[in-house]
């Protein structure tokens, strides 16, 4: 069983910045895909960006492409977040996941952080 553990959520004004962690308990994490998901009450677990295994390519969901990055450290087990020019739209639990070969999630979800956005 592989355990997530996301944090960095918190408290942001509109146009402030936030920079999530996920760590993964999995000696082989470098072989997985990442991804950032969110979700808001009354709705289901949106891909926001991904990477590859190697960190070399990235894709974004079209609401936050140019506002959020995504990273990882492979030899930290863990993967990143940056997110800029926040707004309320971005309040959601944020949850990390691997990503099989159908680009769907892998592991069972991690507690998730939670991220408000002030206007």
């Known amino acids: 069983q592989v355990h997530m553990e996301e944090s960095g959520g918190g408290l942001a004004q509109a146009g402030g910045s936030l920079t999530l962690s996920c760590v993964a308990s999995l000696q082989t994490f470098s072989l997985y895909p990442m991804a950032w998901f969110r979700q808001t009450p009354g709705y289901g677990r949106d891909i926001v960006a991904r990477i590859t295994s190697d960190g070399d390519t990235t894709d974004y969901a079209t609401s936050v492409k140019g506002r959020f990055k995504i990273s990882r450290e492979n030899f930290k087990n863990a993967v990143y977040l940056q997110m800029n020019n926040l707004n309320p739209e971005d309040t959601a639990v944020y949850y990390c996941?691997?990503?099989?070969?159908?680009?769907?999630?892998?592991?069972?979800w991690g507690q998730g952080t939670q991220v408000t956005v002030s206007s």
């Open positions: 996941n691997a990503l099989n070969a159908h680009h769907t999630p892998l592991w069972s």
